[in-house]
Structure formats: C-alpha cells, structure tokens
C-alpha cells in the first residue's frame, strides 16, 4: 500500500510501532521488509496515549493528530473492500 500512496503523488509515510514488552518479535516483524519499525518505549507510551491495540492502523494528519484508527483484525486487507476503505483513509488525511 506504501507503493501505490507513493505512486499516488500522496505525502504518506507508514510506519509499524511496536507495544513495550513485545521487544522479542521485532526481529521477526522486520524481516524481510522495508517498513520502517519503532519500538514503543515508556518515555513515549503512544500505545497508551492514542488508546490503540494490537493490528490498529493509526492515522495522523499533518498536525500529528489521530484522525482515524483501522483494526487489521476486525478489516482483514485480503478484502479488497477493506484494502480500498483503508487507502480511502490515508487518502482522505493526506489531501488538503
């Protein structure tokens, strides 16, 4: 999806951010990929503070601001309605 918000022209950049005390599966999460990987830590606890859980999509605006959270488990991607819904999002916070 990286590639085609990209190819889009739209200014979107997707980024995986790991909870605290799940450390032992970054390794596996970023094998083989190119997505770039954060690790939550207690300094900043963005887990906590934008109320998120495990496979939640958190959308950010230009400001930094949640404007919209997609759980993976809930909207399997294999769908493409789901796929669609979710480019619809990243689109919709990257178009002025």
Not at 5 to 29: P, Q
């Amino acid at each position: 999806m990286q590639d085609e918000l990209t190819a889009a022209g739209l200014d979107v950049t997707i980024v995986g951010i790991n909870s605290i005390a799940a450390e032992s599966g970054n390794s596996l999460i970023t094998a083989g990929r190119d997505l770039a990987w954060l690790q939550e830590t207690p300094a900043e606890p963005v887990w906590t503070d934008w109320g998120i859980s495990y496979r939640d999509v958190v959308i950010l605006d230009e400001n930094n601001e949640v404007v919209a959270i997609y759980n993976l488990t809930q909207h399997n991607l294999g769908d493409s309605l789901n796929y669609e819904e979710l480019y619809g999002l990243f689109e919709a916070a990257a178009t002025p």
